[in-house]
């Protein structure tokens, strides 16, 4: 393809900068926008520390009425979903596009399955009047009080991040479909492969905090 030039007041030539395929400009810029999405998460962890330094017993009696079953089920879930991500990606880049599409599709599944025991903890917690405003949560200690608000908020803020995970999944079994991603063009599916490494290590912080502290 011929190169495309633009010419300045005095006739001369330049040639026209394409960034459609800019890979380290593409790179860089996802690495700034999860470089925000770890401060706003920051945050939160740096509440939960202080709360927790402040009411280390009631956190830790409340973190003991979770079920550490089905966080450390969904912890296991996302560790696969890592996994058969990255080896899509990995497929791709080598050539075998029909069993990459195939292993994205198997880490849609995976996320979905982690959100519907997820929804099936909050649905519990909910039942037995427990949540941000309930007359029951709210007649409890501060503590409680606090360790609760700060699981729905974070829970529920992690749960947002697995299902924009499934979109941009689904997004990119798409662009595959089309010819939009291809072995040689691999930048949005590696992006969306680092998206999900994110959520999974902000699972994997979580689950300690929320959930082992009362073990």
Known sequence: MEQEMAYDRQGKSYPVADFKDDYSGDKLGFWVFLLTEGMMFGVLFLLYGIYFY???AMFASSSADLNIWLGGTNTVLLLISTYTMGVATLM??????????TLVGLTIFIAIVFLGIKASEWGVDISH???????????KDTGEILFFGLYFVMTGLHGLHVIIGIALMSWVLLLMRSGGIRPEHTIVMKNTTLYWDFVHLIWIVLFPLLYMIGA
Request: positive net charge.
């Open 92 to 101: 791709m880049r080598q050539g075998k596009v029909k069993l990459s599409a």
């Open 54 to 56: 402040r009411h280390t």
């Open 129 to 139: 009047g427990i949540y941000p405003g309930s007359k029951l949560l709210d007649a």
